[in-house]
């Protein structure tokens, strides 16, 4: 029996090294498992209410944003301008723009403006907006740098003074800066002339100018023109004829100043050529005053016998430098003059000029002028006498 017993006994498998391992690791693996804690209802509840109320409140005021960014300014339909000064920071420049009564909710406007990226963008300079405009609008405008230009028109045959007075009523120029660079011998270098003066080479047109531009700027840009017109043919040309450059538009202001009448520029040329050829004095009105600064538009006989290096009364040849600022039409009618024998001309008083080729027709046709000035004053007179009688 005691060996039936054994033979049992060793019949029964025993586990091998490797199982009981295995079984120990399994008991292992159940112990690591992570533990999940359950938030509570409540607490479950709260966070969804929370997120459902912050996208509610987003959404709402995203939309009072959209609303805001697209909604005219006002109804007023007015245009404000406004100055943005250089190196201004962005909340200066809301501030300026509320103060013009373009920003009506400061805070959706900056909101806007940090959401579009533009605090960093907006370029300094004057602005015109119209309160039709919508906020969006605007600062896209102040982003772009849409500032407000100016359509400047310079006539031909404005000089220096003339034409800084203009550029000043637009308030383009610091007047005292422009008169020292037009007599800056460096700038005047920098920029070709070979001058005293910037008087001649600032070219009539109409330009495009902003206030941001400074005295600099605009007067190189003008300068620049008058490079571009003058072309190096032209320049060429000069020195074949015996002329410098600065001669030729001293010529050519001359030319310029006798007459606006295009027509009649290179007849005008050709008798200042003529006479200069025979060694005479040119005898040009405009000279005599070009230097006076108390010059009230009348030239007065005194006037041409003042003694001034302009006055081509008293001096022979040109000028020593240009009286105004000619157009293309007066500098090519030098370069280009007519072929005829003319040595004076007479004013008519219309805009044009009876030209003579010796003195004695020249004499005629000035008491022919005369004679029709007074027959014009005396049918003037008349015509008030009537108007007074009726």
């Not at 009564?101 to 959401?115: C, H, Q, S, V, W």
């Not at 571009?228 to 020195?239: G, S, Y």
């Not at 293309?328 to 030209?355: E, M, Q, R, W």
């Amino acid at each position: 029996m005691k060996e039936e017993k054994k033979k049992q006994i060793s019949k029964k498998p025993r586990r091998s090294a490797a199982a009981k391992a295995g079984r120990k690791t399994k008991k292992n693996i159940d112990k690591s498992k992570p533990v999940v804690h359950v938030l509570p209802r409540p607490v479950v509840r709260a966070i969804k209410y929370t997120l459902i109320i912050f996208f509610a409140s987003f959404l709402i005021f995203s939309c009072i944003l959209i609303n805001y960014s697209m909604s005219p300014i006002n109804d007023k339909n007015t245009t404000v301008t406004v100055d943005i000064p250089t190196g201004s920071s962005f909340l200066k420049v809301a501030r300026i723009l509320e103060e013009g009564g373009l920003i009506k909710n400061r805070f959706l406007f900056n909101l806007l403006a940090i959401f579009k990226g533009a605090t960093r963008l907006i370029r300094a300079g004057e602005y015109e907006f119209n309160t039709s405009l919508t906020p969006s609008i605007v600062i896209r405008k102040l982003m772009r740098g849409e500032i407000k230009n100016y359509l400047v028109t310079i006539p031909e045959d404005f000089n220096v003074n003339e034409i800084a007075h203009r550029l000043d009523y637009f308030r383009l120029i610091d007047k005292e800066a422009f008169f020292e660079l037009a007599r800056d011998k460096t700038y005047l270098s920098a920029m070709g002339i070979k001058a005293d003066s910037i008087e001649g080479y600032l070219f009539p047109d109409t330009y495009l100018f902003n206030r941001s531009m400074s005295t600099r700027q605009i007067t190189s840009i003008m300068v620049s023109q008058f490079w571009k017109k003058v072309t190096p043919e032209m320049v060429k040309k000069t020195a074949e004829m015996g002329f410098t450059v600065h001669e030729l538009v001293t010529f050519a202001s001359l030319v310029g100043k006798e007459s606006g009448y295009r027509d009649e520029k290179d007849l005008i040329a050709a008798a200042f050529h003529n006479r200069l050829k025979r060694n005479m004095r040119l005898q040009s009105d405009p000279t005599a005053v070009y230097d006076l600064e108390d010059f009230d538009g009348r030239i007065l006989r005194k006037h041409l016998r003042r003694d001034s290096s302009y006055n081509t009364y008293v001096i022979r040849g040109l000028p020593p430098g240009p009286i105004a600022n000619p157009g293309l039409a007066s500098i090519k009618a030098v370069l280009n003059p007519a072929p005829v024998d003319y040595l004076y001309f007479v004013s008519k008083n219309d805009g044009t000029h009876a030209f003579s080729s010796t003195l004695r027709e020249h004499n005629e046709a000035v008491r022919e002028y005369r004679r029709l000035q007074r027959e014009a004053a005396n049918q003037q007179g008349n015509q008030q006498d009537n108007q007074q009688d009726d």
